[in-house]
């Protein structure tokens, strides 16, 4: 079967902002500034644009910047990263500029950063960017996703992952996962994915990319990672920024993602996440012909989506609850 389900157009509810003139930086990286209290305490890094399509990032750290936010104790690094990606954006081709030439959230390794036959424009800013982040000790990486979905910290596979999500306390679903087949993510670079290390990241789906309530959530947990980090004070954040907290939070463990063999891939509904499946052997979609099925009961959809389809790519993840 080819691959048929219809892609809803989502309407770009938010206003891109210009970020040129956040260009110069303080950190000779362009567009990432760091400040230093002078007093001890953590490097604290929030990044945006991972991905350059997904704004609400960029929005929320153009704030701080705006606001003039500065730590009381330790440093703080606010970032914008795929910043080539973000220039590219057409509201007509909104998820072409996810990226320029790969994945910037796919590099993450050192072997591939250190690997100097290997070039692209992703490569290269992720290069320029590892000095300022191989001193980081806590990151927020902000994302938004491709359907419209209700938010979801990814925590990483790792317990100090699960903690600090829990510690930061919103969104409400935490999601524990080993990554992506095709490459590190940011938040699992280095120290971030060894136990033994005290540094650790979180990244925050903060819902669809250009829907006003990313922006909402974006502006929360950044304002809860801030506060739970210790740098800073509620007095010393945006106004308004701090929403109430979940009823509870959850946690999702990630048991295996559904890979693309080839272009021939689909749901068997129009899931957007977070679908729980009550009973192993639910058909969720079909690949090459052939049916993809639950593999237990109570059974999670993380993140479905065809939007980025082809062979090799994660369409979903599939989760089960920590009971």
Avoid at 164 to 180: C, N, Q, S, T, Y
Wanted: proline fraction near 8%.
């Amino acid at each position: 079967m080819t691959q048929q389900q219809p892609f809803d157009a989502y309407p770009v509810e938010v206003e891109f902002p210009d970020i040129r003139p956040y260009a110069t930086g303080n950190t000779g990286v362009p567009y990432v500034h760091t400040f230093d209290s002078g007093t001890p305490g953590p490097h604290v890094m929030v990044n945006a644009l991972t991905h350059g399509n997904e704004v609400c990032g960029a929005i929320t750290v153009a704030g701080l910047l705006a606001h003039g936010l500065r730590p009381r104790r330790g440093r703080l690094t606010l970032s914008f990263a795929n910043v080539d990606a973000y220039a590219r954006f057409d509201a007509a081709r909104p998820d072409a500029s996810r990226y320029v030439d790969q994945d910037f959230n796919r590099v993450w390794t050192a072997a591939v950063l250190d690997d100097t036959s290997r070039d692209s424009s992703e490569l290269r800013r992720a290069r320029a960017m590892r000095p300022v982040i191989d001193t980081v000790d806590l990151l927020l990486d902000l994302h938004s996703m491709h359907e419209k979905s209700r938010p979801l910290i990814v925590s990483g596979p790792l317990d100090k992952g699960i903690a600090l999500a829990r510690a930061v306390g919103a969104p409400a679903d935490i999601i524990v996962d080993e990554g992506h087949p095709e490459g590190r993510r940011m938040r699992d670079y280095a120290d971030f994915g060894d136990p033994a290390s005290p540094r650790n990241a979180i990244l925050v789906e903060c819902g669809q990319h250009w829907e006003t309530r990313a922006v909402d959530v974006a502006r929360d947990s950044t304002a809860r990672f801030l506060l739970q980090s210790g740098i800073v004070e509620a007095a010393d954040l945006p106004d308004g920024w701090l929403r109430p907290d979940p009823a509870a939070q959850r946690v999702i463990r990630v048991t295996e993602p559904v890979v693309a063999s080839t272009m021939d891939f689909r749901f068997a509904g129009p899931y957007t996440g977070l679908e729980t499946f009550a009973e192993a052997g639910a058909v969720i979609a079909w690949r090459d012909g052939q049916p993809v099925v639950t593999p237990y009961d109570h059974c999670v959809l993380v993140m479905p989506s065809l939007r980025q389809l082809r062979p090799g790519v994660t369409v979903v993840r599939l989760g089960r609850l920590d009971r």
